[in-house]
Each structure stands twice: as C-alpha cells, then as structure tokens.
C-alpha cells in the first residue's frame, strides 16, 4: 500500500469531509446578526475595524488590547458598549462571540487563530498569515479540525480588477507568462529609531510580558512595540512579509502554483543602523515550474521599479490596487504590436470592503472564504521561503509535499520557531 504524505492525506481527508462541514448552515445571533470580537487594537485594527462597523450583520461585543490606550481608542468608535480586556483568552471564553478580528503583531497570529478555532469562533487574521511555516500548518489544521471560515487579510483575493486581471493572465491574453517580478522600494533613510509615544521606560497601560507573548523575552523597547516591530526575526520578517505577503500571494495564484521548488535569496541591513534586523537590501528569486518569480526589496531608494509585471511573450500586465495596465509587446520583424493596449481602474478601499464582506457571507454560508488559510499559509510559505534562503546566503530545494527542505538540516531547522513558557501551539 502507497504510504500517503502528510499534505496528501489532509486534502483527501478535506475533500472527503467538504459537502458536509462547510455547508452546514450556521446559527447565529437574533436577526442574522454576527457578535464579532477585536484582539489587537493598534495601527491595522484602525484600518480594518471601522469597515466591520459599517456592515449591517456585524454586532461588535469585545475588544482586547495590551495596551489601555489603543484599548480605550478603538472601544469609542462603537456606538454600543463594548467590554473591553487585556488578555485576548478572556475575549475568547465569551460564548456569544461567533467570530475574532486579529489584528495583532505576526508572532501572535498562529496562537490565537489556533485557540479561536477551538473555541468555535470563525477568524479574519491579518497577513502575514504566520511567523514561520510550521505555524501555518498548524493554522490549517485548526481550521480544518474544528470547521472554522478563517479569512487571511490579503484582500487582494477580492478586489474585481485583481480577479480579471488574473483571468486574462491564466486564458493567454497576454501570452505565456515565464516571468514574474514583485517589488516594494522606498527610501527610509536613515533608519526606523524613532521619538516613540511610549518613552524610553515601560509606560503605565502596557502590559509588556503579554506583548512579547510566545517570543522571547527581551528588555521593553519602544521601538519593537509599535509598527516597527516588522523589523525584528522575533516578531515578523521584514517586507517580504509585509508587502510580499500581497503580491507573492498575487503571483502565485496566477499560477495556479502551491509553492516554488527552489529558492535563492541574498541580502541584508546594510545602511539603516537603527537596530532593526531584517533586510533593508533584499533580492529573491523563486523557481515555480515554467516561471521565474523574483522579489527585490530595498528600503534606502524610492526609485520605483516595477511592483508586481506579469511578463508575456504578447505583453507586460502591471497590477497595483488602482488597477491594471497592459503594455503590449512588439515581437521581432514585425511592425505592429502583438496585443492591444488594456486597463482597468481599481479602488483600493472597495477592495478591503469586498473583503470583509466576503467573510461575512462565508460566516453566514460556511463556504471557504477568497483568502482561505490555506492559500494564506501557502503564500505567507513563498515569503518565509525567501527569507530563510537570505539569512543562510544560499539556494534552498523545496518539496512542497513533505513542507520541508531537501537535504538541508539547517534550513528546516528553521520551519519553525520554540515558544516560550507558557505558551504551546497545540
């Protein structure tokens, strides 16, 4: 008998159980009405929370914030009272919630998704989906187990024009694509450090060792606690996890690909000396089959290059939030252009608002949402590919099946990160 692989096993067991776990019809509070609960209430939650007010079936009930003034911020936009708590679990042993808004730094996204599953809450996470590739399979999972809809926030997923463009992509409108470039450039010189709110000793309203949560403990520093945390391995992954995290994700729902075969990746913090440790240089390329995908991030240039190009033999589809464009490509020896020029306006706010609402019909419907947690672990993967073959300054070969590297003790040593006491992903 064929032994089956761990992934070949869950998606047959996944198919098998699909006509019967996500059809179930879901019941929800009087009138239809979804009681919604918000952990982490800073800088995203300031984005995302007040577009879930605005939805007629969203009743908000909770928040939960370590922070008492992020907490007391975003417990005024509601017109209703909401109860407010500092410890996300007490938020979750609320049995009228149906569904969690996590908001929250990367490091705790696996953790808390994993434990609102279990406590029978549907889930809209933001992106990156997970710190590391372990922690996206155990998100799977979770959601699978326990039936849960879990939304990744890369909204893209629901944007019309992101929707067409992919269609014309994968029907050959502009050819065969074998190149893809994702991109994000700025230039944040001369580093992050910046005059903080919080003051360089332990503000009163911040509950620190909660904060830091699974990472490891570290001395309170302004500079890790607010937006910049993306800049440190223990919280997040720099801007391929940020950024990348949208158009890694575009780029390989183009191609209908779970995941590269082999990685290369070079860089590092080269200029900013602001104490941050991710890459502020950072060149990736992806060998996906038939197709090259790279990334370049630099942080101390705006000079923009090219964002997120499909590359075809008949022309080049540039995609960004307020739309598409399509450069037609003129083929050797002939005189007129292979395609005709194309375009498509988008609106990057009616794409976050499409996203939301996709959650929300799926928490009514139980169907898998456009930003599934899988394709949100599959695509959070591509990044923490990348960076885990800059940090070692080689190539890395894939088996997407297995999830893990082959031949490369080191590397997969790196697919996941230990916890510290007393937190256990489970």
């Not at 007040?50 to 007629?56: A, E, R, V, W």
């Not at 705790?108 to 996206?136: F, N, R």
Request: charged share 25%; proline share 6%.
């Amino acid at each position: 008998m064929k032994k089956l692989s761990r992934r070949a096993f869950t998606q047959t067991t996944l198919a098998a159980g699909a006509g019967t776990a996500l059809s179930r019809s879901r019941i929800l509070g009087a009138n239809g009405r979804i009681n919604i609960g918000l952990i982490g209430c800073g800088d995203r939650s300031w984005q995302i929370w007040p577009i879930f007010l605005k939805q007629p079936e969203v009743n908000p009930v909770a928040v939960c914030d370590v922070y008492e003034p992020y907490l007391a911020k975003v417990s005024t936009q509601s017109e209703t009272k909401l109860t407010a708590h500092g410890d996300f679990r007490r938020l979750l042993e609320m049995k009228e919630i149906d569904a969690v808004v996590i908001a929250t730094p990367d490091h705790w996204h696996a953790l808390q998704t994993v434990m609102a599953c279990q406590a029978g809450k549907d889930v809209y996470v933001e992106k990156p989906l997970s710190l590391t590739i372990l922690e996206g399979r155990k998100m799977v999972e979770a959601a699978r187990k326990h039936q849960r809809v879990v939304q990744t926030g890369t909204q893209q997923r629901s944007g019309r024009h992101y929707q067409r463009a992919v269609t014309l992509i994968q029907e050959g409108v502009i050819g065969p694509v074998h190149k893809i470039t994702v991109g994000y450039t700025r230039n944040a010189m001369p580093g992050y450090k910046p005059l903080s709110e919080l003051g360089k000793t332990l503000p009163p309203g911040l509950n620190w060792e909660m904060w830091l949560g699974p990472a490891p403990s570290r001395p309170f520093e302004p500079f890790r606690a607010l937006y910049h945390f993306r800049w440190f391995w223990d919280y997040s992954g720099g801007q391929i996890t940020n950024w990348g995290a949208h158009n890694l994700d575009v780029a390989r729902w183009v191609l209908n690909a779970q995941a590269p075969t082999a990685v290369s990746g070079f860089g590092g913090r080269y200029c900013m000396k602001d104490g941050g440790e991710t890459p502020d240089v950072q060149e990736v390329v992806y060998n996906f089959p038939n197709c090259l995908v790279t990334w370049s991030g630099r942080e101390v240039n705006r000079t923009r290059d090219e964002y997120l190009a499909f590359h075809g033999t008949k022309g080049t589809l540039n995609l960004m939030r307020e739309g598409y464009e399509v450069a037609p490509e003129t083929w050797r020896k002939r005189e007129t252009p292979a395609m005709e020029p194309m375009e498509m306006r988008g609106n990057a706010d009616e794409i976050q608002h499409l996203h939301i609402r996709n959650f929300l019909e799926c928490v009514k419907s139980r169907q898998r949402p456009n930003a599934d947690v899988e394709e949100g672990h599959l695509s959070a993967t591509v990044c923490h590919l990348g960076n885990i073959a800059t940090r070692l300054g080689r190539s890395l070969n894939w088996d997407a099946a297995k999830e893990e590297f082959i031949g490369d003790k080191q590397a997969n040593e790196m697919l996941s990160r230990p916890y510290r006491n007393p937190w256990r992903l489970e």
